[in-house]
C-alpha cells in the first residue's frame, strides 16, 4: 500500500510521520529540517508493507517532482495536508492540490483522500483565530475532492492517541470488513475489567484500554519486546499459526499473551481472577480476534 503525504512546506508532513509512526514526542519535531526532494519509508502494518511518501513542500522541490509524475504512480491513499496555523498558504496550497490531481488524472489513477486540517491546536497560535481559519479552510478546501472518494479530519501532533487512530482507520480502510471489528473490540475493551492491548505482531497498536502504553501507533518497547519474543517461540517451537503465553507473580499480577494467526496479537493484564462476566466478554473479544485475524489473512490472499 502507498501512501503519501503532500502539503506546502512547513504544514506538518514529516512531524506527522514521526509521530504517528516513529514514536517521537510532538516537541521534538520542532527542529525538523525541510525534506529535500521527497522521503520514503516502510511501516509494516496488519502484515501489510506500507510505502510512507514524504514529499518535501518547498518550491523547488515541488517543481522538481512534479515533472516526474512516474514517482506518484501506485498511490492508494493521497493526504494533501493543510497548516491551520498560516491560512496566508490557503490559496497556493490550493493550486499545488489542483496540480497534483491533474497529473493523478495523467496517470489515470484516482487515490482514496484523507485532507488534514492540520495543527488543530493552540501551540504557539492564538486560540481566537483559529475558528475562523478552519471555517475558512474548509470553504476552500472541501469543495475540490468532491468527485473523490474523500474524507477530512481535524488533527494535530499535539493529540497523538488521536492521530494514530486516525492512521489506524485510514489503514484499516483498505480492508473492507475489518472497521466493524475494530469498533465492536473498542466497545468490547470498556466493559474488560483488565487492561487488554491489541496490536499487530510488528507492534502497531489497533485497540487498547490502557493510558500510556503507546506512542502514536507504537506498542511501549518493553510490551513490543515481549510480543516479538512470543511470537519466535510460537515460529519456531510451537511451529504453529496462533499461541497463548502467559505470566504471573507471587501476588496474582498476570499478563496473558494471544497471538492468532500470525498477526494480531492480544495482550492481557490483570491482578487476580476475573469476574465470570468479565471474562465472559473476554473470551468474547478473543474469538472476535481470532475472525479478524483470519479476515486480514484471506485479504491478503485475495
Ligand atoms: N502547533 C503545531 N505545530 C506543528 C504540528 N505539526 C507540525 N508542527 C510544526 O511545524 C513545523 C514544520 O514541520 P515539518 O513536519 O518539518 O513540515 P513539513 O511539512 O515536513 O515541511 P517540508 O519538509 O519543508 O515540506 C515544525 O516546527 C513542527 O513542530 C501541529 O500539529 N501543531
Ligand atoms: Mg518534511
Known sequence: MKIALIGLSGCGKTSVYSVAFAAKKPEETKGLAPTILYETRRHPFLGLQVGIFDFGGQEEFRKEYMEKPEIFRGTDI???????????????????????????????????????????????????????????????????????DFDYMLTSIYEEDKLAKVFRDILISEYADLKAHVEKAEKQLDEIKAKVIIADISGNVIVHNVQGVSSGLTLRGDLRDFINACNTVRENIFMSDSAKFGGRDGDGKEIELHIFKYIISVLVMKQGELSRESQDKLNMLLNDMKLFADLIISAHTD
Open 78 to 148: 493521497l493526504i494533501p495536508i493543510v497548516d491551520l496555523h498560516d491560512p496566508n498558504s490557503y490559496e497556493e496550497a490550493k493550486k499545488y492540490f489542483i496540480d497534483l490531481l491533474d497529473l493523478y488524472r495523467r496517470n489515470n489513477e484516482k487515490p482514496k483522500i484523507f485532507l488534514f486540517l492540520h495543527k488543530w491546536d493552540v501551540e504557539d497560535y492564538q486560540k481566537e483565530l483559529l475558528d475562523t481559519n478552519v471555517k475558512n479552510a474548509k470553504e476552500i478546501f472541501l469543495e475540490m475532492f468532491k468527485d473523490y
